[in-house]
């Protein structure tokens, strides 16, 4: 099962689970400029439906620190806000206006000399685990100084549209093929109209979407649009332009189309452990309609496109990525023996690897084969030689085991090959991390069948890993080290080597 949480428009939200997948980490933050033509002392995230105990990181890097949570009956306020100075009368920090007409991009972190004339600021709230079944609505405004009690602020009437992802995996459209991670924005509603006054768009804003892919999770710090991770070039736009706007609920036979959301999705490609995307919101400056406020395109119609004079200043930038990874349980083997599961699914030598649902317990059971020992257990929060180890799985797990050839009986010679000084011998043990072959040029090894084999004392047995079609070999572990294909052993002593194929 892949697992999944995700963060977006600043705010974690959460993912549903389908069949073999979930999300598992998200993560987002937004750049978002004061175009409200005053000095601003903060800014005020409102998540309607959530609580304090849902929330969890939130970013503290610019001029505010870190924000003050709030409870309120049926919500919470997440409030990034200057301290005042009484003495002087003045708020300490401040965003002030942003100049129309110029960007921002890369100017809204405290490390850019140009910061605090930017305009903009770097926000960013995030939800934990507890969020995930729960509807949620989030407003996000700009706060000033309330004229009617100075020295407190006031959250403006003006909300900022911070696109907001919500993720969740889909069957695959055939099967066999991985299923599809969608990521959702949905727009606001429009307030409601006063009574007597037909029902209202709200105001258009273009959105563009870019969207990269990485092999390892990524981490909160790194969502800045200065980041050279986060997707933003010609080669990476995935929505060239969409036209996004609040629109009331459709009366009967009203068949307008909707502006109100927009989805993007794909099978994340194999070995992938991150989604990110890069969501920018620019102004619409076209038309409306005079009675209801919905756009008027120029061109087609279809508002696929920004004609001239229908773009305006980009409103917002924002950074979010989605974690992914396959909860998943993988045993490698190295000696003789064998790895039960309690569940009965996992049987290692003949089946190493299940998927599990997030958070299962499983005991595992190692069995020594003949003229073996059990060894070690490694990887996995295993540790230790007992016989029995239990494995939480929150990820992709593998434990690695480890069985130890007991020294062979005899005398004279010692340790292995008969009485009378007879030659002595040792075994080498072969391992595989996931499906491959190992052989050896002298006879003994030929692993997937026979993976251990009885080498005279100071043999020196080179060992050739091949993996099978769509896979790679990665590595050696145990006597052997580095990535080249074939190793070469000196068989001094019981040995044990560990081959690491890809998934």
Not at 65 to 71: A, I, R
Not at 383 to 411: K, L, M
Request: charge should be neutral; hydrophobic fraction near 35%.
């Amino acid at each position: 099962m892949k697992k999944s949480i995700f963060l977006a428009g600043g705010l974690l939200f959460p993912a549903l689970i389908f069949a073999q997948s979930a999300i598992v980490g998200g993560l987002g933050n937004f750049d978002a400029a004061n175009y409200e033509g005053k000095d601003a002392y903060g800014l005020e995230v409102q998540v309607e439906g959530l609580s304090s105990a849902d929330l969890t990181l939130s970013w503290c890097g610019n001029k505010y620190g870190c924000p003050t949570v709030t409870d309120y009956a049926t919500g919470v306020y997440v409030r990034y806000t200057s301290p005042y100075d009484a003495a002087n009368h003045v708020f300490v920090n401040k965003t002030i206006p942003h100049t129309p007409g110029t960007s921002f991009a890369g100017t809204c972190y405290t490390w850019v000399p140009t910061y605090l004339a930017s305009g903009c600021d770097h926000f960013g709230v995030h939800l934990n685990y507890t969020a995930f079944s729960k509807p949620t609505t989030t407003t996000v405004r700009w706060m000033f100084e309330n004229p009617a009690n100075p020295g407190t602020l006031i959250a403006s009437t003006n909300n900022i549209f911070t696109p907001a992802p919500v993720y969740t995996f889909v069957p695959a459209p055939l099967p066999a093929q991985p299923p599809v991670l969608v990521a959702e924005v949905v727009v606001p509603d429009p307030p409601p109209p006063p009574p007597a006054v037909p029902p209202q768009f709200g105001n258009a804003t273009w959105m563009k979407v870019y969207k990269t892919e990485m092999t390892r999770e990524v981490a909160l710090s790194e969502l800045t649009s200065d980041n050279p991770i986060v997707p933003q070039n010609a080669t990476q736009i995935e929505t060239d332009w969409v036209l996004l706007q609040p629109a009331p609920p459709p009366a009967p036979g009203d068949r307008r189309r909707r502006r109100n959301r927009q989805v993007n999705q794909a099978a994340p490609a194999a070995g992938t452990r991150a989604v990110l995307r890069r969501y920018e919101t620019y102004a619409y400056t076209g038309a409306y309609d005079a009675l209801t406020h919905e756009v008027i395109c120029g061109g087609d119609a279809t508002c696929n496109i920004p004609q001239p004079g229908e773009l305006g200043d980009m409103l917002v930038a924002q950074m979010a990525a989605a974690n992914v990874a396959v909860p998943s349980l993988t045993v490698t083997l190295t000696g003789n023996g064998t790895i039960a599961s309690s569940d009965k699914v996992i049987s290692c030598g003949s089946k190493c690897s299940a998927t599990y649902a997030l958070g299962t317990a499983v005991t595992l059971t190692a069995k020594a084969g003949s003229n073996s020992t059990f060894s070690s257990w490694t990887g996995g929060g295993c540790s230790g030689s007992g016989p029995t180890c239990t494995v939480t799985v929150n990820d992709a797990v593998t434990v690695n085991t480890v069985f130890t050839a007991n020294a062979p009986a005899g005398g004279g010679g010692g340790g292995g090959g008969g009485g009378g000084g007879g030659t002595t011998q040792f075994t080498l043990s072969v391992g595989r991390s996931n499906t491959g072959t190992v052989t050896s040029d002298l006879a003994g090894i030929s692993c997937g069948n026979n993976c251990s084999g009885k080498f005279n004392s100071g043999a020196v047995v080179t060992l050739t890993a091949a993996a099978p079609a769509g896979k790679t070999f990665l590595s050696w572990g145990g006597a052997c080290s580095g990535t080249a294909a074939t190793c070469a052993v000196t068989v001094n002593a019981n040995l044990s080597v560990l081959a690491n194929f890809s998934k």
